[in-house]
């Protein structure tokens, strides 16, 4: 690093190098530095929010430092870098997480209480970044930390959205969006006014032929928008590695307004483009798992595409390396389709711009890009209309033809006179309107494809991408089963177990080596152990229901069985079939004796969770929450039996209390819906236990800490189809439970009799897509199992304890790993630990 620095003035460099703080008296030190001189601020204003501030800026010198050391040793090796490509980043909060892996949380505690502030109110002033919907934004922030801290060579690449996901209000029982402004003040991004790139947009294609005959494509016309670079620092655990996401924020490509119509009175036209231009980057679709082809949508992920593709090769120029060796140095990863037109832009670039042929760049280009796909769900499966497309980016849809035209042909050569076959995987879907089917594209133009679960890994080869096993091969097409970080969450957001897992361990080395958590199972049967583990348990529902109480009012016993379902809301989730299990449970206390009632298990339904705001359905399913929640819990024969509780505005910083608090947590899906799931496995590292459907993760979960310590219910994958044919075909009885339920809503119960139709309805009268009633016996039933074993505390304690100490697999260190070895072929930079100050806490 030394090196790069010239001779002469090498010294002087060195000489004034700076450092960060070092320890209590220069973190104080640099935390009132912040305070007077970048707020301007002094001793006597300085608020908990100014404290948060300087705090924060006190850190991110820090980790900028490291992030220019980190950058220099991957400039110097020149290994091959990840590009992680996202249009979601679901971060949530960065002081807390960038204390603890910085290894300096205690000295910050110390010397904050010292300038006269509590850790726990500072870290409370940060607002989440939310630049996410659910597990797909939730799923990369993880891969980040992961990266970082296995010191990985890798970039993050995305939106820096103005307003990320609405925040939630709950009002009168009904979901109401407002707008998350979050930027106020963010001391985690560093603009970087020099790095930009100018994005165009609609205009024509010319052809022109060179010298040698070839024919020449020009992009012409059309508009000019520039991306311009913010970089957020991404610190590793224990690491002084800190690597970088690069958000790329939209701005009027001259960057002024227009003067000249200023100065004529059209005020309002004059700033017109400028906003236009804006617009790009000012908001993230609210929508998860679903795809609703807007124009707007389309300009964001080309503008992010764009930009990240000129920076990758802008970087990759500078080695004055052979094109073919690209593929050497650049690994694309691109998290679900929305950045599929990355391969377009690659292939325009290397042909159009660097002259290549297209058989050479095109090689280039697959062996450049994998792709991940998320889902299942046909109406999450992105298809871009070529109308659009033509308009938007001609010259790229004449790229996509091309492409197309291609592979078609060497299906043909492979599948001679099968017609059908070659409609079938053609990226273009022929009808009334045509179709570009982005998941096809991304398939064809990437070395690897992987689905995030074993069963959905299967599912995808044999269903949706079948096709494309038939024309490639199976070796195409991958598992990478998901995990998550234990950084943020055990360390983090349950310091306590954390700590007591440690004193088993004999270490933190569990945290960067997850499988050591097996360790504990050899405690099990030692009565301290798991007195202390109980304790904890304990502790975090207080800390829940103080929440609960704070945020809706309603008091809960935190010696009930605290029961959660919290994920986005979703039809496939089955939130619907929580809470007609809620109101059967309702149903079945009041017709008990008094008596009877006493010997019932209290419990607490708590259900959060985020409608897209144009998703009626789900809409009303948290209106059904929050009215059956009315009547239950101001019902004086239930008194604490059951209280139901929706917590508002479910974000990462909520999960931090919600996961450590549950005893059981929901994941429901219908059987082949849900790809994996990733609360499932943050709640059975946190000692709670799951009910589940045989889907998404929840199997593999199962294989690893045992059947006996999952409860497990339901119709299985397989049997998915027939049912709903049945439901179609056949007679469709409803479960004579179920049918009770509905009554008692249509009875007005819970009110709004009207509002609750459709839900009703969608099982009864319309086919129940998701299986709702046939699951539900089984399901009311698993509930039932549930109890009896939490009234056996003992037993309940065994299984958290075992299931914790199994769970090594899920850490998303191990993810990127097999990432790394299987389909992005990189490694490793080497570290010097006592190079930099960093060691984890
Ligand atoms: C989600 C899946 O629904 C979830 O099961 C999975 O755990 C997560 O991705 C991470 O892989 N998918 C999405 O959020 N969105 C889309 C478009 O698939």
New binding site residues.
Partial sequence: VEASIPEPQREAWLKHQVDGFKDKDGFERDVVRHVETTLARSMFNCDESAAYSACSLAFRDRLILEWNRTQQRQTFTDSKRLYYLSLEFLMGRALDNAMLNIGQKDLAKAGLADLGFRIEDIIEQEHDAALG?????R?AACFLDSLASLNYPAWGYGLRYRYGIFKQEIIDGYQVEVPDYWLDFNPWEFPRHDVTVDIQFYGHVNKSTDESGKTIAHWEGGETVKAVAYDVPIPGYATPSTNNLRLWSSKAASGEFDFQKFNSGEYESSVADQQRAETISAVLYPN??L?RGKELRLKQQYFWVAASLYDIVRRFKKSKRAWKEFPDQVAIQLN?THPTLAIVELQRILVDLEGLEWDEAWNIVVNTFGY?N??V?PE?LEKWSVGLIQHLLPRHLQIIYDINLFFLQTVERAFPGDRDLLRRVSIIEEGQSKMIRMAFLAIVGSHKVNG?AELHSDLIKTTIFKDFVTVFGPDKFTNVT?GITPRRWLHQANPRLSELIASKVGSNDFLTDLTLLNKIELSVNDPAFRKEWAEIKLANKLRLAKHIKASTGVTVSPDALFDVQVKRIHEYKRQQLNIFGVIHRYLTLKALSPEERKKALPRVSIFGGKAAPGYWMAKQIIHLINSVGNVINNDADIGDLLKVVFLEDYNVSKAEIITPASDISEHISTAGT?????SNMKFVLNGGLIIGTCD??NIEITREIGEDNIFLFGNLAEDVEDLRHSHTYGSHTINPDLAKVFETIEKGTFGDTQDFSGMITAVRDHGDFYLVSDDFQSYVETQGVIDEAYRDQEGWITKCITSVARMGFFSSDRCINEYAEGIWNIEPLAVDKSDGVKKGE
């Fill in positions: 919907n659910g597990g797909l934004g799923l998860d798992n795809e679900d991940t998320h889902t769900l999450a995030v998901n849900e790809a994996s799931g990733t998404g993760a």
